[in-house]
């Protein structure tokens, strides 16, 4: 029996939890259901690089593929920013030259959940991660949004299903 999406992010984000309070880190993960109902975890901390993704990308769509991947989630700690706060050519300034939110003032550092499936709408968790001076780190209370707009290199990470009447 599949659980709902949204289940789904919930458990992911339970075990990024207990990881990142155990370590303060979190290695960026890719997991997916192949077609047979088997859930894969691929670590993807040998093709992760903050400035170019696009190897990691390629890693996870090749994974996806191979397994005839019905649902998938990429679980990593990111950069998050409202535009409001700096405006928004500040953040477009700063993803064309650094490719990074990371020296913006305002900025938060999150734990991502971007959750794909073929039967349901894409859905994105986040938890904020707190660093207190002194302390050890901690993450906030899992957020769950549906995207209005569906763009960028984690969008269509799943096969395309044949078409019935192909």
Same mark, same amino acid.
């Given at each position: 029996?599949?659980?709902? $999406?949204?289940? @789904?992010?919930? !458990?992911? #984000?339970?075990?990024?939890?207990?990881?990142?309070?155990?370590?303060?880190?979190?290695?960026?993960? @890719?997991?997916?259901?192949?077609?047979?109902?088997?859930?894969?975890?691929?670590?993807?901390?040998? %093709?992760?690089?903050?400035?170019?993704?696009? &190897?990691? @990308?390629?890693? /996870?769509?090749?994974?996806?593929?191979? #397994?005839? !991947?019905?649902?998938?989630?990429?679980?990593?700690?990111?950069? =998050?920013?409202?535009?409001?706060?700096?405006?928004?050519?500040?953040?477009? =300034?700063?993803?064309?030259? =650094?490719?990074?939110?990371?020296?913006?003032?305002?900025?938060?550092?999150?734990?991502?959940? *971007?959750? *794909?499936? =073929?039967? !349901? &709408?894409? $859905?994105?968790?986040? /938890?904020?991660?707190?660093?207190?001076?002194?302390?050890? &780190?901690?993450?906030?209370? $899992?957020?769950?949004?549906? &995207?209005?707009?569906?763009?960028?290199?984690?969008?269509?990470?799943?096969? %395309?299903?044949?078409?019935?009447? !192909?």
């Amino acid at each position: 029996m599949t659980v709902p $999406l949204d289940a @789904f992010i919930r !458990a992911m #984000a339970k075990a990024a939890k207990l990881n990142f309070e155990r370590s303060g880190g979190l290695t960026p993960m @890719f997991i997916y259901v192949g077609a047979d109902g088997t859930h894969n975890v691929l670590s993807l901390d040998k %093709v992760w690089d903050d400035r170019n993704k696009d &190897p990691a @990308f390629a890693v /996870m769509r090749g994974a996806a593929k191979a #397994a005839g !991947a019905t649902r998938c989630a990429l679980v990593c700690e990111a950069w =998050q920013l409202d535009g409001d706060d700096v405006g928004n050519a500040a953040v477009e =300034q700063a993803w064309a030259t =650094q490719g990074s939110l990371k020296d913006l003032p305002g900025r938060r550092e999150v734990i991502v959940i *971007e959750a *794909e499936d =073929q039967t !349901a &709408p894409r $859905l994105c968790g986040r /938890m904020e991660i707190i660093r207190p001076e002194g302390r050890k &780190p901690y993450v906030l209370a $899992l957020r769950i949004d549906r &995207p209005t707009t569906s763009e960028g290199r984690l969008v269509g990470m799943l096969p %395309v299903p044949a078409r019935m009447d !192909a």
